[in-house]
């Protein structure tokens, strides 16, 4: 088990879990919870989304012209038109920039905070590395685990380079986190993606 690297006194922001290359399954144990790698039977929603081809259209007519070079473009371009839609077709409440304070290790800004009736989701954006990413939200994971109280037994997250998704979730109960194997690719995958969005944050999931 590789050893945390920073003392526990030390201040950390969820960005800088991303930034100091900081080993996954060391974070999680630093915070008293487990690491697993799965294929995750992620929840689907069964109903038909209308508004798919629309939205697989704009995305991939555009992809040609714009520059995917930094992490703001990605958002901008490739996850935003997503959530926007998921908030327009479905009232789903989104919040950007979600600030969350749990500790002097575990505080920062949420990307995105999606909160449904029986369920949550964050969901991280980052620039071309997946696995740093990865980190990153297990991190903001287990600060929302510690600082919401509703009766959810998984949380679920997924960090996203703008053309590819990873989903993780954090079991309540275990105290685990278990990273998907699975990768979503836009807009190769994007009807899978967004029927597991809904999944997650819709009762017919």
């Given amino acids: 088990m590789p050893n945390f690297p920073l003392a526990n006194h030390e201040e950390l922001t ?11 399954e060391a ?28 939205l697989h259209q704009r995305i991939q007519s555009s992809m040609p012209y714009i ?27 989104i919040k950007v920039e979600f600030p969350l304070e749990v500790s002097r290790q575990l ?3 949420l ?20 696995q740093r990413g990865f980190t ?16 959810y037994p998984t949380l679920y997250g997924a960090v996203s380079i703008g053309n590819v998704w990873q989903f993780g979730l954090l079991a309540r109960e275990p105290r685990q986190i278990t990273q998907d194997l699975n990768l ?3 807009p190769a995958d994007l009807q899978e993606l967004l029927a597991i969005l ?7 999931g």
């Fill in 14 to 24: 969820f960005t800088d879990y991303f930034k100091l290359k900081l080993d996954l």
């Fill in 27 to 54: 974070v999680v144990a630093h915070f008293g919870y487990s690491l697993a790698m799965a294929q995750i039977s992620l929840p689907q929603t069964t109903q038909a989304i209308p508004w798919y081809a629309d």
């Fill in 67 to 93: 520059s995917l070079t930094s992490e703001a473009a990605r958002r901008e371009f490739l996850i935003a038109p997503i959530l926007l839609d998921l908030a327009r077709y479905h009232q789903i409440k």
């Fill in 107 to 109: 505080r920062g800004s």
């Fill in 111 to 130: 990307d995105y905070y999606l909160q449904a009736t029986h369920t949550l989701l964050i969901i991280e954006a980052k620039h071309a590395d997946l």
């Fill in 136 to 151: 990153q939200l297990a991190a903001e994971l287990i600060a929302l685990d510690q600082w919401n109280r509703d009766p």
């Fill in 184 to 186: 979503y690719r836009v």
């Fill in 198 to 204: 809904l999944g997650i944050l819709t009762e017919d």
